[in-house]
């Protein structure tokens, strides 16, 4: 896949990488735990819209590949087990 096309769910995983540095010093600060969960799940939040995301655009590629008259990159069935491994 191509990076300039992913750039919005690869800003969003850079972005959950940072959080989770943040996540990470503060369990090693001893930060309240309440703090520490709310930014975890943040975490987890991104990381999840990311996958969607990128999901979303390998159905796009593919359909536009059938369009064309190409192979699509992947099959329904491999687009199908990748997002149901994020659900």
Do not use: H, W, Y
Request: hydrophobic fraction near 45%; charge should be neutral.
């Amino acid at each position: 896949m191509d990076a300039k096309v992913l750039s919005n769910p690869l800003m969003r995983l850079k972005r959950a990488n940072g959080q989770l540095g943040a996540v990470i010093a503060m369990i090693e600060n001893g930060d309240d735990c309440e703090r520490v969960l709310t930014q975890l799940a943040a975490v987890s939040r991104a990381l999840d819209k990311a996958g969607f995301k990128i999901i979303a655009t390998g159905m796009r590629q593919c359909q536009e590949a059938r369009e064309r008259g190409e192979q699509p990159p992947m099959s329904e069935e491999q687009l199908e087990k990748l997002f149901m491994a994020l659900s």
